[in-house]
């Protein structure tokens, strides 16, 4: 759902009627009070409230518009043009309160130095490098809330990201960048964290041979068992570190990386312990995956 949706249940809250847009007919939430539960109905130019309507709006909808909104204005970033989906809006927010603790400034001082790219920092946040493509006005949030003024346009990205620590004793290279926006724990426990962005680790062959011992942490889906194999012929001796998050169903999530048919869904059985096996198998079968960010980092490396 996107803000000029939100914008539009409001009003129809408010006053009790919205004007018919294209945008908001083709909406599937907009449809789904239309057609199936009745809370909307079309009068003339207008969709109009119907009865169980504000009670809806009041349990789904209400606190989260408000908190948008807050959020928006006090940003400057409410403008006509605005299109931000709901899911924009919790990373713009999240993002602008790692900014505001101060959590993000090694990440965002990175950024700056790397001279790093459109397509890095939308794999970073999005979790995707091609989501930033032609979304000027979320490209344009993203730098005002990081407070950089401008990214690069070119597709590749150079640098690794490090999280660094006063006496490291090991270092984690994570898939996804969430761990590197919360640097408290790991540096109270000595862990320096990595982050090379996803796929793309071909600048792991600069890395030299670590001093520590080097763990792998990933979304435990095809995908991510794919970039471990890859980054295991690049860092001899890496560990993958088993998760302890609560699988997610694979369909009901709509997520992109699937399991194929094939045996372990034809990964390399002899880069895997035992356990990984069992839970790579458990996962094929349940038709699941597990979010790297919902696993507890010191619990996986045994530290509590």
């Not at 409001?10 to 007919?25: F, N, P, V």
């Not at 993958?240 to 869904?265: C, F, M, Q, Y």
């Not at 699941?288 to 045994?302: C, P, R, V």
Request: with cysteine; proline share 4%; glycine share 6%.
């Amino acid at each position: 759902m996107n803000w000029t949706v939100l914008k539009s249940l409001d009003e129809i809250y408010r006053t009790g009627k919205t004007k018919k847009k294209t945008s908001l007919l083709e909406d599937q939430d907009i449809l789904h009070l239309l057609k199936n539960t009745k809370e909307l109905g079309e009068y003339r130019n207008d969709l109009v409230k119907r009865d169980g309507f504000d009670l809806l709006y009041e349990n789904r909808f209400l606190s989260n518009y408000g908190r948008y909104l807050t959020f928006l204005e006090s940003r400057g970033l409410l403008r006509p043009q605005s299109r931000f989906q709901e899911s924009d809006l919790k990373i713009l927010m999240d993002l602008d309160e790692r900014m505001e603790n101060g959590e993000l400034d090694p990440i965002r001082a990175q950024i700056i130095s790397n001279e790093e790219t459109v397509r890095g920092v939308s794999q970073m946040f999005f979790r995707d490098e091609k989501y930033l493509e032609g979304r000027s006005s979320l490209v344009d949030a993203v730098k005002q809330i990081l407070k950089i003024d401008t990214l690069a346009n070119d597709k590749d990205q150079q640098y690794l990201y490090v999280l660094k620590c006063h006496a490291p004793q090991r270092i984690v290279l994570c898939e996804n960048l969430d761990f590197l926006k919360r640097p408290t724990a790991p540096r109270a426990n000595n862990v320096e964290l990595w982050y090379a962005g996803g796929k793309n680790i071909a600048k792991l062959d600069y890395t030299g041979t670590p001093e520590w011992p080097v763990y792998y942490s990933c979304d435990w889906d095809y995908d991510g068992m794919k970039i471990f194999e890859a980054v295991s012929e690049k860092i001899t001796g890496i560990q993958l570190l088993i998760p302890d998050g609560t699988p997610r169903s694979i369909s009901v999530t709509k997520h992109a990386s699937l399991w194929n048919n094939e045996p372990l869904s034809g990964l390399d059985p002899c880069l895997y312990s035992e356990r990984a096996k069992e839970l790579i198998s458990e996962l094929i079968e349940n038709d699941q995956w597990i979010m790297e960010e919902s696993n507890d980092l010191l619990k996986m490396l045994g530290l509590r």
